[in-house]
């Protein structure tokens, strides 16, 4: 298994900016698709963002807002977020896949899973 491990979350003023940092325990992290998901309260979890290897895809809501990045070399990917707003609000995962060629969307496509941090933007 690969075990992911979630930082960064916190409380921030709308208009703020988090970085959200995952630790990925495994030896071959450069080969797993990472996404990002994210849950508020009362709603289904939803999709943020996801990469594979260098390219990247986002949910429409944080485009130009939000950044996914990795670091194979530190087994970590992040998620930058700026120009946060009230409705980011939510608990934040990072996932992990198998792989595949195309980008991973649907949370049910990913097999392992951080235990999610707390995101919490203020009006």
């Known amino acids: 298994q690969v075990q992911l491990v979630e930082s960064g979350g916190g409380l921030v003023q709308a208009g703020g900016s988090l970085r959200l940092s995952c630790a990925a325990s495994t030896r071959t992290f450069s080969s797993y698709h990472m996404g990002w998901f994210r849950q508020a309260p009362g709603k289904e979890r939803e999709f943020v963002a996801t990469?594979?290897?260098?390219?990247?895809y986002y949910a429409d809501s944080v485009k130009g807002r939000f950044t996914i990045s990795r670091d194979n070399a530190k087994n970590m990917v992040y998620l930058q977020m700026d120009s946060l707003k009230p409705e980011d609000t939510s608990v934040y995962y990072c996932a992990a896949a198998v792989g595949g060629s195309t980008f991973l969307l649907n949370d049910s496509r990913y097999r392992y899973w951080g235990q999610g941090t707390q995101v919490t933007v203020s009006s």
């Open positions: 990469i594979k290897w260098s390219s990247t």
